[in-house]
């Protein structure tokens, strides 16, 4: 059974004539009764009763018009959902993002906006250190990333999404040795560090060497994304996000030290020569929409 067939059955079944419906249909009528004539064989029921003047619908034929009638609609929904979708961007996303909770990088409302509006795009996400996330980005290894960072990135497609803050995360344990301490004390606390060229790694590298000093480093995790959890066990202090910290506070889990607070910023990256293409196009006008960011903003 084809969809030739079903048409041509539909056709006749309507129009009630053969020489109108091969008209309507642009073939011959040998070419219309030979399209019945197979259908009715793969059927096994003869779907017209035949007469030397006319073709009239058989009882089982017209049990079985509204189903063809069904089928040649969802065959036409098809062939134009499928012509939508040639014109849509198809392939692979590989995007990279640093090692921080999801909720706060809001990717599961770009990974359903992009379901919906980019349905053939497979999204591959890729978690890595800052300066990684930056040379990937730069070198075509990544399509885009978020960049959590001190400074914008240096030639490459730069769009701000919102500044960020890091405080001193200090176990209840070990907070009453700082009370009276300054920096130096701060640093001989044990300290959990991000990998090389994280966000995390460069802000506590950062904070310390303005100071002249260096912080004990115990750990390097590849994921910071839970220090929060490492300092309520009184692993060591860590520099977590404002936001989580004050809860942290709140609950009691852990305690922060002074006012200081590592000021950096969440961006979107990509490379120059991608950034005006359509998926990166897409993805921007998505995350302005995420973000609520302001549309006339031009990125750097």
């Given amino acids: 059974m084809e969809i030739n067939q079903l048409k041509a059955f539909v056709t006749v079944a309507k129009l009630n004539n053969l020489t109108r419906a091969a008209e309507a249909l642009c073939l011959t009528q040998p070419a219309v009764t030979a399209q019945i004539k197979a259908l ?3 059927l096994g029921l003869a779907l017209f009763e035949r007469s030397t003047r006319k073709m009239t619908v058989s009882k089982a034929g017209e049990h079985l018009l509204p189903t063809a009638e069904q089928l040649l609609a969802l065959a036409t929904q098809i062939r134009s959902t499928a012509s939508d979708l040639q ?3 198809s392939g692979q996303l590989r995007l990279g993002i640093p090692s921080e909770h999801l909720d706060f990088l809001r990717l599961g409302e770009l990974i359903h906006r992009l379901a919906e509006s980019l349905p053939l795009i497979e999204l591959q996400t890729v978690v890595l250190p800052t300066d990684t996330l930056i040379e990937q980005v730069s070198i075509g290894q990544l399509q885009a990333a978020f960049a959590i960072s001190s400074y914008p990135p240096q030639d490459i497609f730069w769009l701000p ?17 700082l009370t009276l301490g300054g920096w130096q004390e701060l640093a001989q606390m044990p ?6 060229g994280s966000h995390i790694h ?9 100071r002249g000093l260096s912080p004990r480093i115990i750990m390097h995790s590849e994921s910071t994304a839970h220090f929060d959890a490492l300092v309520r066990a009184g692993a060591g202090c860590a520099l977590i ?13 852990f305690a922060i030290w002074g006012h200081t607070k590592a000021d950096a910023i969440l961006s ?3 490379a120059n020569e991608t950034s005006q293409t359509p998926l990166i196009i897409a993805l921007v006008s998505m995350l302005t929409e995420i973000w609520a960011l302001d549309p006339s903003f031009t990125a750097f």
């Fill in 241 to 253: 996000r404002e936001e989580i910290a004050l809860q942290g506070v709140q609950k009691k889990h």
């Fill in 191 to 196: 300290w959990l560090d991000g990998p090389l």
């Fill in 40 to 42: 009715e064989q793969s």
């Fill in 202 to 210: 460069v802000l506590l590298r950062e904070l310390f060497e303005r």
């Fill in 268 to 270: 979107f990256i990509s």
């Fill in 161 to 177: 999404i919102r500044s960020v803050s890091f405080r001193i995360a200090v176990p209840l344990t070990l907070y009453p040795q």
């Fill in 87 to 89: 014109g849509e961007l």
